[in-house]
């Protein structure tokens, strides 16, 4: 044993009293200012549009909200005359935080290598000093459900605030879902598959199977566990793989399937009959509008793909991505709008659901299905999607519909804070908005050529 000098340990004792006594000095709690938002019209998405209306936020929830709501004392007040305030945004697919630059490894977080990886977190993968965050964030998308993308089963996703230092500040709600990804089960005959059609036809059946298996252990792993306590079943080790895929199993979350053609769908359907799986939901969904008697008596909901995709097969109309989310709310199958997710284009979500507005959804459901019904869809309803009493303060201030293309965000609220406006887009545009002009400019281009010639 190595004998410390006594002055050593003397010094040790006295640092460690003086970090106790700091430990007892009450630390005061940062909490967001009272902001009142005055004098817009304010579009609940619950309720009816009130003119003139005013939205108090406290502490990160939106504390009072109506037509005769006066502003507490303290509160700082912001004259919103003539604006519109509308909830946050949520992009209910996406690889935010996940992924930055896709051709560079050390920047893409979003697939792990294997093909069956319950076990894999969003949340922990996220980058809160991603560039993409704060430019989805300003066009009025308050969050976002970071999907992982490898394997058959993909991991479990995490909603996220787009704003915070680290990814503890960031999750609002983990997991929110399973993911898994079915196989196409239609037979290629492009020009660049080199397998034979049952070479094809093995590889779909070996897929199918992988996730079966993957169930039914999970399933006998949790058997096992439950098991414990009685007389005469022992202890069995943790395995984090199958521990991932409990809530899963038992309808806590949703599996959320990846599928878009009709074979993948109906194949989805008999394997959630087979499972006997309570909670499903289906990403993707191109061919959902075949099947929505049959998912409105499972009550599956589809968070669509993206509105503006083309079609899966060349002979369908060009507008039928367009058209699905009208068809899905026709239908009374719960849905939400979704950028279809993988890429670096959440910002954009307010116009896809434009687009679904302009082929045969309703204006208002169009707003909802990228507030409302995403939050009802992955559980939050009670905290997101609308602006009502009780729930987080995430509300846009806009000078008109933000479905419309030329509609400014002019501020971000999440949480109840101001977010900063500035984005690597701005500061690119202010950079080069500062670059030399004029007769300095003309002049150096002029002496180079005329000493060229």
Not at 23 to 39: D, F, H, S, Y
Not at 118 to 125: S, W
Not at 243 to 248: E, P, S, V
Not at 388 to 411: H, M, S, W
Request: hydrophobic residues 40%.
């Amino acid at each position: 044993m190595i004998r410390r000098p006594i002055r050593y340990a003397a010094a040790t004792a006295a640092i460690a009293g003086a970090l106790c006594a700091a430990a007892a000095i009450a630390v005061p709690v940062l909490r967001a200012e009272t902001i009142a938002l005055t004098g817009a019209t304010v579009h609940t998405v619950s309720g009816p549009t009130l003119d003139n209306a005013t939205v108090v936020m406290t502490d990160g929830k939106i504390a009072a909200v109506g037509k005769n709501v006066t502003p507490p004392a303290g509160a700082k007040v912001v004259s919103c005359a003539g604006k519109h305030i509308y909830p946050g945004m949520i992009s209910a697919n996406s690889v935010l935080g996940l992924i930055e630059v896709g051709s560079v490894l050390g920047t893409n977080d979003q697939a792990e290598t294997g093909n069956v990886n319950p076990n894999v977190r969003a949340e922990v993968e996220i980058n809160p000093e991603s560039d993409l965050i704060p430019v989805t964030r300003v066009n009025g998308i308050t969050s976002a459900v970071s999907v992982p993308q490898g394997g058959a089963i993909a991991g479990t996703s995490a909603l996220i605030h787009l704003d915070g230092w680290t990814q503890e500040d960031m999750t609002i709600a983990k997991p929110v879902g399973l993911h898994v990804r079915w196989p196409a089960m239609r037979i290629s005959r492009a020009w660049f598959e080199t397998r034979s059609e049952d070479e094809q036809k093995k590889a779909r059946d070996q897929a199918i199977q992988a996730i079966r298996d993957a169930f039914d252990d999970a399933r006998a792993y949790w058997t096992a566990r439950d098991a414990e306590g009685k007389t005469g079943i022992p202890r069995h080790d943790r395995d984090v793989k199958w521990d991932a895929m409990g809530k899963a199993l038992r309808g806590e979350i949703p599996v959320v399937f990846n599928a878009t053609t009709y074979a993948q769908i109906r194949g989805v359907l008999r394997f959630v009959d087979e499972q006997k799986l309570k909670n499903v939901v289906l990403e993707g969904g191109s061919d959902a509008w075949m099947l929505t008697d049959e998912l409105k008596a499972r009550n599956i909901a589809v968070i669509t793909a993206a509105a503006l995709a083309l079609p899966e097969r060349s002979y369908e109309a060009y507008d039928t991505g367009m058209g699905l989310a009208g068809k899905l709310q026709a239908a009374g199958v719960r849905y939400c709008v979704s950028d279809g997710g993988g890429s670096h284009n959440s910002r954009n979500l307010p116009y896809e659901a434009a687009m679904a507005a302009a082929y045969g959804l309703p204006k208002d459901e169009a707003l909802k299905s990228i507030t409302l019904y995403p939050a009802q869809i992955l559980g939050v309803a009670d905290r997101l999607g609308s602006i009502d009493t009780g729930k987080i303060a995430d509300v846009i201030v806009t000078n008109g519909d933000p479905l419309e293309i030329a509609t400014q965000v002019e501020q971000v609220y999440i949480g109840g804070r101001p977010i900063s406006m500035e984005t690597r887009h701005t500061r690119l545009f202010h950079k080069y908005d500062a670059r030399p002009r004029g007769p300095h400019a003309r002049a150096r281009g002029a002496t180079a050529t005329t000493s060229t010639n």
